[in-house]
Nanobody
Framework: QVHLVESGGGLVQPGGSLRLSCAAS????????MGWYRQAPGKERELIAT???????NYADSVKGRFTISRDNAKNTVYLQMDNLKPEDTAVYFC???????????????WGQGTQVIVSA
């Protein structure tokens, strides 16, 4: 039984920062690629960052240079540091586990509840 529990969201002004956390259980955490998705109102859920077991990371162009994904394998936790937030970053943020395959990231299992981020003045 895999559980993903996201936390750390909230209301922040444009230009501000938040750090999201995702605690994973029921998986062999160190053997999985972890990722973050987000879903803005009226839009499809999109992949924004992945991090491999040893820390190699990839980002969507929309967040590159502003967001940093990291992981602590000893704590089975993945993080998303979000800096210089913009109103268009407003979304529910979800974490995921999976693998890098030809063509991109393959997500496994079910979604967690997500955590809401609102960027507004």
């Amino acid at each position: 039984q895999v559980h993903l529990v996201e936390s750390g969201g909230g209301l922040v002004q444009p230009g501000g920062s938040l750090r999201l956390s995702c605690a994973a259980s029921g998986v062999i955490f160190s053997l999985n690629v972890m990722g973050w998705y987000r879903q803005a109102p009226g839009k499809e859920r999109e992949l924004i960052a992945t991090v491999a077991s040893a820390g190699s990371a990839n980002y969507a162009d929309s967040v590159k240079g502003r967001f940093t994904i990291s992981r602590d394998n000893a704590k089975n936790t993945v993080y998303l540091q979000m800096d210089n937030l913009k109103p268009e970053d407003t979304a529910v943020y979800f974490c995921a586990y999976g693998a890098i395959v030809p063509g991109g990231f393959k997500r496994f299992g079910s979604w967690g509840q997500g955590t809401q981020v609102i960027v507004s003045a």
